[in-house]
């Protein structure tokens, strides 16, 4: 296994390749279970496991195989009110959640990524069997960000809070940071009851009679830009509820000519073919300079063509299957769109295997803005390359699209680094790499890409309300009482 680390390492490139080896030399990559048991496929609610109000189950499908795993109980508008129920509760003034000190909160948050370490092989190998990417990907990747992720806002738990403001006159004001309430969203368990509850179901169900709630005050989204207007409409039209969507992205990749091209090639690779090309944030434009597009198109598809794919238990494998049945016909539909529409296919383009939902590493050269799969995105692993002339050229070209969620630029010369990622209209713009995330650092889009922020100090925002409170002069109101004593900025 340790020798898979190393090949996956050196086709990530030298910088992702050293975190990857990095990450792999403090622990041995343990082999897996390649069929790991399923113990949970229920509702969870008030810190109980349920089945579904309907009784209804769904199946969910290995995608490697077409075969079923197991049958998940199917939530719906009964269960989401028993969700919502139990978290209203456990919000309560003077619920044991609510009494709880800030730092006990932070020792759960981090208890939990005790526990998810403690199970990270099995967690890795259920991921692996569900959504069908490579197991060393979901180990050293997937779970490392997950643990991260908990661990950083464990930290904050405790130190996130408001200030004291020097206002005109004798004034005492100061701000809190409150919760917003009720969530709706899916995280692990853990905690008191009412505090976390997990309802399996399908968008139309389970997820509009959450963003419809009227007792919701939150809700997050991450998936299509169709949806993300849905949910807009229905937290609008019910209590005005607070809404952050992480949707999606036709991100540009821009190759200037004084790139290094090895460097370049094998990051532009991993920008749209990481996790089979499902990946919000994927390079799926990749812009290159006239003067170096032959080269850099011989090489992308001489690097396609060597890409692995395959059962995401072997070590040799690079891309498993599509998530399912839906993504594969529809991927291989945007294929047919791009040959019809006459861009060039230069390698790639069908199913990679009789069965399962693997689609061939495909690439398109002679690219045209207006195509179909210049404009859309296809969530998939299929690049398309375009040709620019000048930086003014590109800035236009690459900012022409609905979506703003992530964009790169690969260069030696700092100014241009500088004027592009001022340039682009993006959320995030990579210089000379891409995929580079961090709990610590916010992570969200321009446009219909989504609005609101993850990760980081930024993202708490979206989930505390600022309350001000001002204070008269108590001396005034009560003259024969001893003044209060400020400490800490708090009245006692």
Not at 31 to 56: G, L
Not at 70 to 98: I, M, N, T, Y
Not at 395 to 400: F, L, P, Q, T
Not at 429 to 455: H, I, M, T
Request: glycine share 10%; net charge neutral.
């Amino acid at each position: 296994m340790l020798r898979a680390v190393a090949l996956a390492a050196a086709r990530l490139g030298p910088r992702q390749g050293r975190r990857l080896l990095s990450a792999a030399a403090t622990q041995a990559v343990p082999t897996p279970n390649q069929q790991p048991e399923v113990f949970y496929n229920q509702i969870f609610i008030n810190n109980e496991w349920h089945d579904a109000v309907s009784k209804k189950t769904f199946p969910t499908v290995n995608p490697s195989t077409g075969e079923v795993i197991c049958h998940v109980a199917e939530g719906d508008k009964a269960d989401v009110d028993r969700a919502v129920k139990a978290a209203r509760a456990a919000f309560q003034l003077g619920s044991p959640w609510r009494r709880t000190d800030a730092s006990e909160r932070g020792r759960l948050l981090n208890r939990l990524a005790d526990l998810i370490e403690r199970d990270r092989t099995y967690l890795a190998a259920l991921e692996t069997l569900d959504n069908g990417k490579p197991y060393i990907i979901s180990y050293l990747v997937d779970l490392d960000m997950v643990l991260k992720c908990l661990r950083y806002y464990a930290g904050w738990a405790d130190k996130y809070h408001g200030k004291t403001i020097p206002i005109d006159g004798d004034y005492f004001s100061y701000t809190r940071h409150e919760p917003v309430g009720v969530c709706g969203q899916i995280i692990p368990a853990g905690f008191p009851p009412g505090v976390v509850n997990i309802i399996p179901g399908f968008g139309p169900t389970a997820g509009a009679a959450i963003a419809s709630h009227e007792d919701v005050d939150k809700v997050a989204f991450t998936g299509s830009t169709e949806v993300g207007h849905l949910i807009q409409v229905a937290a609008g039209k019910s209590n005005l509820k607070r809404v952050t969507l992480e949707l999606g992205g036709k991100s540009p990749n821009i190759i200037m000519s004084d790139a290094d091209m090895d460097w370049a090639v094998e990051q532009a690779h991993f920008a749209l073919f990481f996790n089979q090309g499902q990946c919000c944030c994927a390079g799926s434009r990749t812009f290159v300079q006239e003067d170096i597009y032959t080269e850099f198109v011989e090489r992308s598809v001489a690097r396609a063509k060597a890409r692995v794919v395959g059962n995401p238990f072997d070590s040799q494998t690079e891309q498993g299957p599509q998530v399912d049945e839906t993504q594969f016909k529809k991927v291989l539909g945007y294929i047919k769109s791009g040959k019809e529409e006459g861009a060039k296919l230069l390698c790639g383009g069908g199913a990679a295997a009789d069965r399962g939902y693997f689609i061939q590493p495909t690439v398109f050269g002679d690219v045209q803005d207006g195509m179909t799969i210049a404009k859309e995105e296809i969530f998939g692993p299929v690049m398309q390359i375009l040709k620019f002339k000048t930086m003014e050229e590109v800035v236009g070209r690459a900012n022409n699209s609905k979506y703003g969620l992530a964009a790169a630029v690969f260069t030696k010369d700092l100014d241009k680094a500088n004027y592009l990622s001022q340039a682009l209209q993006a959320g995030t713009v990579w210089v000379n790499c891409y995929d580079v995330f961090g709990a610590q650092s916010p992570f969200g889009g321009y446009k219909l890409s989504g609005s609101g922020r993850e990760l980081g100090e930024y993202g708490l925002q979206a989930y505390t309300e600022v309350k001000t409170v001002s204070m008269g002069a108590f001396s005034a109101l009560f003259p024969c009482q001893a003044p209060p004593v400020l400490t800490a900025g708090f009245l006692f």
